[in-house]
T-cell receptor
Framework: GEDVEQSLFLSVREGDSSVINCTYT??????LYWYKQEPGAGLQLLTY?????DMKQDQRLTVLLNKKDKHLSLRIADTQTGDSAIYFC????????????FGGGTRLMVKP | DAGITQSPRHKVTETGTPVTLRCHQT?????MYWYRQDPGHGLRLIHY???????DKGEVSDGYSVSRSKTEDFLLTLESATSSQTSVYFC????????????FGPGTRLTVT
């Protein structure tokens, strides 16, 4: 079955880069996603990458995909206190319902 | 903002009572989803809909039913709530133009005592 795993917690200093990692098991994944959740809020779609790409950059965000190792990472450059949140990795397999499978989330804490 | 609202936003109910959560969207999206969020589990899919009266089960559908009688509303019903259904429930949609982008509503916090 499908499984998506993330580390639970990451702490960085303001201004440093953050790297959040994710591993998945479904080799048929077509899209991989990063969502951000702030306290008491819903999930915000940050970025996503199609499975035939190995990198995507969007302003301060860089997504790297290693399909051989089934490893996805999100790098946030110049991390700010406003980046403190829970980050979820998700994968979409080749299914009719466009369904996503989520990891358990990584809590990012940014210290001033 | 994909025009998704959820109601109620918070609810406390007793074990054994029926509960219905509503997801409403204003942009004529075809696909709608119900997820639950629990600590350490991320989000898990309960049910989804691919059109009016067309629904299917997700990973954790036991104890839940859904209905979609019109495009804009997707209802999630707990026929007899249990304490294990205490959770935060999120509705989501995918847009027709870009069906690989999934957007979430603000969530409903349900507590079953």
């Amino acid at each position: 079955g499908e499984d998506v795993e993330q580390s639970l917690f990451l702490s960085v200093r303001e201004g440093d880069s953050s790297v959040i990692n994710c591993t998945y098991t479904d080799s048929s994944s077509t899209y991989l996603y990063w969502y951000k959740q702030e306290p008491g809020a819903g999930l915000q779609l940050l970025t996503y990458i199609f499975s035939n790409m190995d990198m995507k950059q969007d302003q301060r965000l860089t997504v790297l995909l290693n399909k051989k190792d089934k490893h996805l990472s999100l790098r946030i450059a110049d991390t700010q206190t406003g980046d403190s949140a829970i980050y979820f990795c998700a994968e979409r397999s080749n299914n009719a319902g466009n369904m996503l499978t989520f990891g358990g989330g990584t809590r990012l804490m940014v210290k001033p | 903002d994909a025009g998704i609202t959820q109601s109620p936003r918070h609810k406390v109910t007793e074990t054994g009572t029926p509960v219905t959560l509503r997801c409403h969207q204003t942009e004529n999206h075809r696909y709608m989803y119900w997820y639950r969020q629990d600590p350490g589990h991320g989000l898990r899919l309960i049910h989804y809909s691919y059109g009016v009266k067309d629904t299917d089960k997700g990973e954790v559908s036991d104890g839940y039913s859904v209905s979609r009688s019109k495009t804009e509303d997707f209802l999630l019903t707990l026929e007899s709530a249990t304490s294990s259904q205490t959770s935060v429930y999120f509705c989501a949609i995918t847009q027709g133009v870009r069906p690989y982008e999934q957007y979430f509503g603000p969530g409903t916090r349900l507590t079953v005592t």
